[in-house]
Nanobody, 114 residues
């Protein structure tokens, strides 16, 4: 089970930090996707348990994901937010067990105003 928090409304140029708390197992990779109105869901970032991170080109240099493995929680620090970052953000996690399974959160809204 994944529980997201930290979304909301922010002005352009501002910052938000999203959290995704996982329960019910361990997860090798945790990440974030987002979906804006009228658009397809897209990859944003992912963090592995060993500290590796990947980002979409559109957020590289502005967003940073991190994990607290002890708390089974992932964070997405979002800086220099732009109106085009407005979307529903979904946490996802790949379980460490076999077979690996992907879990999704309910989503959390991020709105960036001009």
């Amino acid at each position: 089970q994944l529980e997201e928090s930290g979304g909301g409304l922010v002005q352009a140029g501002g910052s938000l930090r999203l959290s995704c708390a996982a329960s019910g197992g361990s997860f090798s990779v945790m990440g974030w996707d987002r979906q804006a109105p009228g658009k397809q869901r897209e990859f944003v970032a992912r963090c592995s348990g060993d500290g590796r991170a990947d980002y979409a080109n559109s957020v590289k240099g502005r967003f940073t994901c991190s994990r607290d493995n002890a708390k089974n929680t992932m964070y997405l620090q979002m800086n220099s937010l732009k109106p085009e970052d407005t979307a529903m953000y979904y946490c996802n996690a790949l379980s460490s067990g076999l077979p690996p399974m992907v879990s999704w959160g309910q989503g959390i809204q991020v709105t960036v105003s001009t």
